[in-house]
T-cell receptor
Framework: RKEVEQDPGPFNVPEGATVAFNCTYS??????FFWYRQDCRKEPKLLMS???SGNEDGRFTAQLNRASQYISLLIRDSKLSDSATYLC????????????FGKGTRLSVIA | DAGVTQSPTHLIKTRGQQVTLRCSPK?????VSWYQQALGQGPQFIFQ???????QRGNFPDRFSGHQFPNYSSELNVNALLLGDSALYLC???????????FGQGTRLTVV
């Protein structure tokens, strides 16, 4: 089983739609969780950290379910500029330890 | 405040050659991690440097080596290049004890 698994997509959605991405991780000892966004041929950029209580940043909401080892990202009112690959990322242990990336989920928002 | 910078941005090498990639971390960051990203895949961890020492290593052969300098900048060296080493090499900087990492723009290495 892969350490971090994501549906690769692509997800093709119209502008204004709500879209949700899911991710599962295998290491129950994982401590930190993130969503990164990666545009084509660019570096990953931190979108948001994911906290146990869930967190929201504008149109983006992230949820963590430790019992099910499951992370989600919800994007409301999709914009054309949201088109990118979304990477689910897990920090194996606490503090300064390697990030483990999923393969990413490709999102295309269509006018 | 400059972010993470990497050089060069693109590189073409021949099989069997050696390559050195460079990274300057974000101001205030003391830890540098290197990742390899093949096309269509997520980044894979190569190794991490802190206090000028390799602290952790992923599943990469000894052909991959690195160094960290007193100013926290880092180099990634790859010897005896293989076609399969063609990828985007990403440097990520962070502060010790803090999970969030910030990436440079990457070096796209093509081995022919």
């Amino acid at each position: 089983r892969k350490e971090v698994e994501q549906d690769p997509g692509p997800f093709n959605v119209p502008e204004g739609a709500t879209v949700a991405f899911n991710c599962t991780y295998s290491n129950s000892a994982s401590q930190s969780f993130f969503w990164y966004r990666q545009d084509c041929r660019k570096e990953p950029k931190l979108l948001m950290s994911v906290y146990s209580s869930g967190n929201e940043d504008g149109r983006f909401t992230a949820q963590l379910n430790r019992a099910s080892q499951y992370i989600s990202l919800l994007i409301r009112d999709s914009k054309l500029s949201d088109s990118a690959t979304y990477l689910c990322v897990v920090n194996k242990y606490s503090g300064n330890t390697p990030l483990v990336f999923g393969k990413g989920t490709r999102l295309s928002v269509i006018a | 405040d400059a972010g993470v910078t990497q050089s060069p941005t693109h590189l073409i090498k021949t099989r069997g050659q050696q390559v050195t990639l460079r990274c300057s971390p974000k101001s205030g960051h003391d830890t540098v991690s290197w990742y390899q990203q093949a096309l269509g895949q997520g980044p894979q961890f190569i190794f991490q440097y802190y206090e000028e020492e390799e602290r952790q290593r992923g599943n990469f052969p000894d052909r991959f080596s690195g160094h960290q300098f007193p100013n926290y900048s880092s180099e990634l060296n790859v010897n005896a290049l293989l076609l399969g080493d063609s990828a985007l090499y990403l440097c990520a900087s962070s502060r010790a004890g803090v999970g969030e990492a910030f990436f440079g723009q990457g070096t796209r290495l093509t081995v022919v």
